[in-house]
Structure formats: C-alpha cells, structure tokens
C-alpha cells in the first residue's frame, strides 16, 4: 500500500460541504498517522475547520483570486513536493491546480485521488425523475471513497467540529447573559440561503408559540442579513432569543452542541449540530433525501412533504423559482404540528 508522507486535500466551499468532509481528515490521520496533512480551503468558510487536531496545516486562499495569486498558489504548492492530492472539490478551479501540479498527467508523482459528485445523476433525478440515486450514499460516504477504494476496511463517516476556548467563553458568556442552561433550549434556523429552500415564516411563527407555550426557550441561529430571524424576533420579542449574524461558524457550532435539539431548513445549520452531536429536524422541500444531505444521527429527522409532486425535487441546491402552480406546495404542506411532534418533546416544567 501507498504510503504517502505529504498529503493536500482540496475542499474551497461551501460552508456545509466543508463540514461534511470532516470525517477526509480524520479517517485519513487513522490509515497514515505518520503523514503531514494540508487543507487547501477559502477564505471565510475555511475558518469552520479551525483547530481540527487531524490538520496539520489549512492554507485559506481568496475566493475570488486574481491570475497572478493563483499562480503564486501553485508555485507554493509546487514547492511543498507533495505526493498524494485529495481532491474534494472536484470545481475548475481545483482540476486547475491538479492539473498544474501535475503538468496535467505527464508527472506519475503526486498520485490524485478525487471524489465523484455524481453530478449527471443528480440532474437525471431533477429533470427526467430517473432514480439512480435510490439508497445511496451520503455525500459524507462517497467523499470518503477514495481512500476506501485504496485501504479496504472501516471509515468513520461521522462529522466532527472543534471550537476552541475562544470561541467556548463567548458562547459561555453568552448563556450566562440569557439565563440559557445546556440542553435546556430550542435552537432555530428560520433562514436559507436560497428562498426556495425557506418553510414558510407562519409556521415558524406557529411552531414557536407552540414552543413557548410548551415552556422551552427557544434560540434563533443563522447568517447575518437574514430577514426571517428579525421578523420573528419582532413578533414575539422577549420571548426568543435572536443570536442570528451574531456568532462565527464554531461559535455556532458551540452554541448549538448546548442546544436540546435543532429545527432548520436543509441548510449548513444542520451540520454544524451533528457534527457537535446535537440532533436535528431538517425540513426538505425542493431537494431530497438522495441527494446526500440528510441528518446521520439517529436522534435526527428528515421531514419532508406527503404530497406525490412530480415537481420535485427540481433543484440540486435550492437555486432557482418554483415551478408547481401552488407555489412551494413541498413546503407548505408540512405543518407546524408534524415538526413539533418529530421533536419529541416533554413538555418542561
């Protein structure tokens, strides 16, 4: 078996997906343990890996480089002599810098290995309705696969994040000033990066008095600019607590390791609670379970519509406009109530 003893793995974005290639660096610390091990990522959503004890270098690159700092790229990379690349990107710009450090094939040393993102079969699901995806993999699982394919045996495919002490004494202080106890609250993600991807903000609103009235403090998490948590937070005042835009990606994932359970559309926010081992309800509409996204904790629920729409799903991330005639059909039709009762609740004293 190849033992390489320079390992650079390529993951630039985005937030979810880096966090989904969490157990890349772990299982392949596990087969090499010898072995240096570098993550290529970007600026800003490369901080989410900050302190992972299995990285012994992240080199965090512009998302939007010039020419002449992607060569410079390059040409430190070049002089780092690596001897194995993990491309899990797959993007331009990453078969670029294989294709560069590799003068495109002539050079046997570094080896590639690279996911397949199964692309073409996403689109066939989307456009024909052809399944090919049925009882498949996790993105997290197939990512994990070329290093399976070369070192037969077990791999973890559980995330894993690890704020460190600054970002522990900001969530603490936090805590503290709202009066929260671990395990003692609701964390809610009402936002998503792309509006096809949103439950509607009146269930929200629905599922938070519901919440309330059940005596549970309730947390709203996300992205700053994100007007679904200020609507919310307007409506019901004290009675929430608004932490959206507030926190950094670990810090997040922090705050959402104290949380009794997560509610949140298919977004990143999800991820950063399982990879903290907090159990999620992920509410899917335009995309689905096959595409590799779904919750992994067995705590966990993917809520999805019981309605038969031909429609769907009908986008790969959520992009684009609907196209059912009663708009968001996917997701209007899942009621507040389905959400509280996948929570399984007592209700607090």
Known sequence: MHQPKKILIIRFSSLGDL??????????RKTYPDAHLTLLTSLGFG?????????????????????????????????????????????????????????FGIKNNPIIWKISKRTLYRQMLIRFGWNHLKNGLSQREQWLLPLK??????????????PGKKEQARVDKLM?????????????????????????????????????????QIVLV?????????????????????????????????????????????????????????????????????????????????VETKMSLRCRPCSANGSGLCKNPETLACLDSISPQTIFKS????QKI
């Open 222 to 302: 996300g992205g700053p600019d994100e007007p679904e948590a200020e609507l919310l937070e307007e409506e019901f005042k004290n009675e929430i607590i608004n932490c959206a835009g507030q926190l950094s990606p670990l810090e997040s994932a922090e705050l959402l390791r104290c949380a009794k359970y997560l509610v949140a559309n298919d977004t990143s926010l999800v991820h950063l609670a399982e990879a903290m081992g907090t159990p999620s309800t992920a509410i899917f509409g335009p995309t689905v379970r096959e595409f590799g996204y779904a919750p992994f904790l067995s705590e966990s629920q993917l």
């Open 47 to 103: 901080d989410v890996l900050d302190n992972n004890p299995h990285l012994d270098c992240i080199i965090k690159h512009p998302r939007k480089e010039s020419f002449l700092e992607l060569n410079q790229l390059i040409q430190n990379l070049e002089a780092e002599k690596f001897d194995l690349i993990y491309d899990a990107h797959c993007s331009m710009r990453s078969r670029w810098i294989v294709g560069r450090l590799t003068d």
């Open 19 to 28: 966090i989904l290639t969490s157990p890349i660096y772990r299982e392949l």
């Open 176 to 216: 503290r000033q709202h009066g929260l106890e671990p395990g003692g609250f609701i964390a809610m993600g009402p936002s998503a990066s792309q509006p096809l991807k949103c439950w509607p903000l009146s269930h929200f609103r629905q599922l938070t008095q519901m919440l309330i009235d059940s005596k549970w």
């Open 149 to 162: 394919q070369q070192s037969p045996g077990y791999f973890d495919a559980s995330t894993q994040l690890f």
């Open 343 to 346: 929570l399984n609740l007592d």
